[in-house]
C-alpha cells in the first residue's frame, strides 16, 4: 500500500526547533520578523523611525509620536513573564502531535507549573480559535462538496436522558469539505447552541462558500444550509451505530472519531466553557496538516496577530460561546 505523503512527513524535528529557536535572542528576532517584516512600524503613528532604549535596549521608541512600545506588546505574547524560548516550546509541542498536548504533560516539558501551562495552552487555543474564525479560511467552493453531521462533547451518564437532549452534553456541527478525489482537505468544528436551522443557517454563511454541494443526513437543522447559500443534499440514515457506516459519511464520521479520541486521551477531561478551544485546536491543526514544516511558524505568526488575552479577558470570552 502506498504511503499518504501527508501522514509521513518529517516535520519540524526537535533538533532543528533548537538550532532555529534554542535561545532568546532567536524567539525575539522571529518575533520581530514575523510582526514588522518590513520593519519597524509604530503601532501608534505607523512611523518606521525609531531608537531602542530601556534596559537592555528592548524596547522600541518611535521618533515621531515618541511612543515607546516592547516586542511583545499587543500581541498574545503581552506581559508575559516567561521566557519567549518557553512561548515557541510550547507552539513546538502543541503542533507537533495531530492529538496535542495535555496542560500536565506542557508543564512538565517546559518546567513550570499545571497553571502556568494551563494559561499557556488556553491562550495559543485562543490564538487558533480566532484565526479560524476570523472569516478569511472559508471552507468549501465550487470544485469541492462538504459532509455534515451533528455531534456532542461529553461522556455518558448513568441515568438520566441519553441522546439528543442529554444534561451535559455541548452540541457542534461538524463539517468536512472533500476535494476532486474525494479525500478530506479541511474541516470545520462549530459549537452550537442547540441544533437548531438558524443555528446551521449562520454558520454556513459565516464560514462556508456558497454554492456548495453540501450532503447531511434528514435532521431537520440541516434544512439550514439552503437559506445559507448551499446546493443541500439531505440523505435519511436512519439512526443508532449502523448509521455512522453510511459511505456518504465517510470522512465525516472518521474526522468525529478522530477528534473524539483526541481530546479523550490527550485531555481526559475539560470544562465545556473551553470546548471551542479545543475543537478549534484541533481543527487548526488538520487545516495545516499538509506543511507540518511551517506549521509552528504559522502558528507564531497569528499569535503577534492576536490581541492580548489576560486570563479576566479568557474568561468573559469563555461566556459567549
Avoid at 67 to 94: C, E, Y
Avoid at 95 to 121: D, F, M
Wanted: charge should be positive.
Amino acid at each position: 500500500m502506498a504511503r499518504s505523503k501527508t501522514q509521513f512527513q518529517k516535520g519540524l524535528s526537535d533538533v532543528e526547533f533548537q538550532e532555529i529557536y534554542g535561545t532568546e535572542e532567536q524567539c525575539r528576532n522571529a518575533v520581530f520578523r514575523l510582526r514588522w517584516p518590513d520593519g519597524f512600524r509604530c503601532p501608534a503613528c505607523g512611523g518606521t523611525r525609531h531608537c531602542r532604549t530601556g534596559p537592555n535596549k528592548r524596547l522600541f521608541q518611535c521618533t515621531d509620536c515618541r511612543r515607546q512600545t516592547s516586542l511583545t506588546a499587543g500581541t498574545i505574547f503581552d506581559n508575559t513573564k516567561l521566557p519567549l524560548t518557553t512561548w515557541f516550546r510550547a507552539m513546538h509541542l502543541v503542533t507537533r502531535g495531530k492529538h496535542g498536548i495535555s496542560s500536565l504533560e506542557l508543564g512538565r516539558c517546559l518546567g513550570v507549573s499545571q497553571n502556568a501551562a494551563h494559561r499557556i495552552l488556553q491562550k495559543l487555543m485562543q490564538v487558533m480559535h480566532e484565526r479560524e474564525r476570523d472569516g478569511r479560511h472559508r471552507i468549501g467552493g465550487f470544485l469541492s462538496a462538504v459532509q455534515m453531521d451533528d455531534a456532542y462533547l461529553g461522556g455518558e451518564h448513568n441515568g438520566g436522558k441519553r441522546g439528543r437532549g442529554a444534561a451535559g452534553k455541548t452540541p457542534f456541527v461538524a463539517v468536512v469539505e472533500t476535494g476532486l478525489d474525494g479525500r478530506p482537505q479541511r474541516t470545520l468544528l462549530q459549537v452550537v447552541s442547540g441544533f437548531k436551522k438558524t443555528e446551521v443557517e449562520t454558520m454556513c454563511r459565516n464560514a462556508i462558500e456558497p454554492g456548495t454541494v453540501a450532503v447531511s443526513d434528514g435532521l431537520s437543522c440541516f434544512r439550514g444550509c439552503g437559506s445559507g447559500g448551499l446546493f443541500h443534499i439531505p440523505i435519511t440514515t436512519g439512526g443508532g451505530r449502523a448509521s455512522t457506516k453510511t459511505a456518504t459519511f465517510s470522512w465525516v464520521n472518521t474526522v468525529l472519531a478522530n477528534v473524539k479520541n483526541s481530546l479523550l486521551g490527550t485531555h481526559r477531561w475539560f470544562s465545556r466553557k473551553h470546548a471551542p478551544r479545543y475543537l478549534a485546536q484541533f481543527q487548526w491543526r488538520f487545516n495545516r496538516r499538509f506543511n507540518l514544516k511551517e506549521i509552528l511558524t504559522r502558528l507564531a505568526y497569528a499569535a503577534v496577530r492576536t490581541p492580548p488575552m489576560p486570563a479576566h479577558l479568557l474568561k468573559m470570552a469563555e461566556s459567549r460561546w
